[in-house]
């Protein structure tokens, strides 16, 4: 509550180790949602002493990318392929949604960019009249959605999703809705900080699968962008 009721932002920051270890990093309580708002979150990280970063996961919110490339010049930034589906299926008619579906699917599912790129040209001859806005929002992101085909294909189910934050986030909200309202910043910071401590607790004895098999290819990616021995 500051001077009447309002849904305020709550900005919250999922990490994953190396070695396949969740972390909530750090939340923010207020303001909007922003590119602008992200940037200084990335940059309060930074100083905080994150300063290796191989990959950032995101939504499609306008201007992210560019803030993580801004903070974390040497990261590499990953479109949520699952949000990019859902948009494109809300922009088709209902009866051609699961052609759509499947059609998209062997993009994602490929061994590799170059097969991922010849399943999106196929795509496109099938549905590029018909949609063409469909077709060419994917054509000006298949950068940043293909980013996940670059690692290791035991995490990549784990990467090219923002499900791990989503799923935090719903869990969250759940403790929050149960209250009518919060009185002041500080109480809703208290109750996101609880929630957060108790999710790092238990998730620093849950490894992420894929993440043993994973581990030397990604400890040499570390060595190649910031020089130095992983501990």
């Excluded at 077709?135 to 670059?150: A, G, I, N, P, Y």
């Excluded at 995490?155 to 759940?174: A, G, V």
């Amino acid at each position: 509550r500051r001077d009447d009721v309002a849904n305020e932002v709550v900005y919250l920051v999922v990490g994953v180790t190396e070695d396949g270890f969740r972390e909530i990093l750090g939340f923010y309580v207020g303001g909007q949602e922003s590119a602008l708002g992200w940037k200084t979150i990335l940059n309060d990280l930074y100083n905080r002493g994150l300063e290796e970063v191989l990959l950032g996961v995101f939504d499609g919110l306008p201007g992210l990318e560019e803030a993580m490339k801004a903070v974390y010049p040497k990261s590499d930034v990953q479109r949520c392929v699952v949000h990019k589906v859902c948009n494109a299926l809300n922009a088709v008619r209902k009866k051609d949604q699961s052609a759509v579906a499947e059609d998209l699917k062997p993009i994602y599912k490929a061994n590799s960019q170059d097969e991922a790129k010849e399943k999106f040209r196929a795509f496109k001859g099938t549905w590029q009249k018909k949609y063409p806005k469909v077709v060419k929002s994917w054509e000006q992101d298949l950068e940043v959605l293909l980013t996940f085909l670059s690692y290791p294909s035991s995490i990549q189910p784990m990467i090219y999703t923002t499900n791990i934050i989503e799923r935090t986030i719903k869990e969250i909200k759940k403790r929050t809705k149960t209250m009518n309202s919060l009185p002041t910043e500080k109480a809703a910071e208290k109750i996101v900080y609880l929630q957060s401590m108790d999710y790092n607790q238990r998730w620093a004895e849950r490894k992420l699968r894929g993440f043993s098999n994973a581990y030397s290819t990604l400890q040499e990616m570390f060595k190649e962008r910031y020089g130095s021995e992983r501990e």
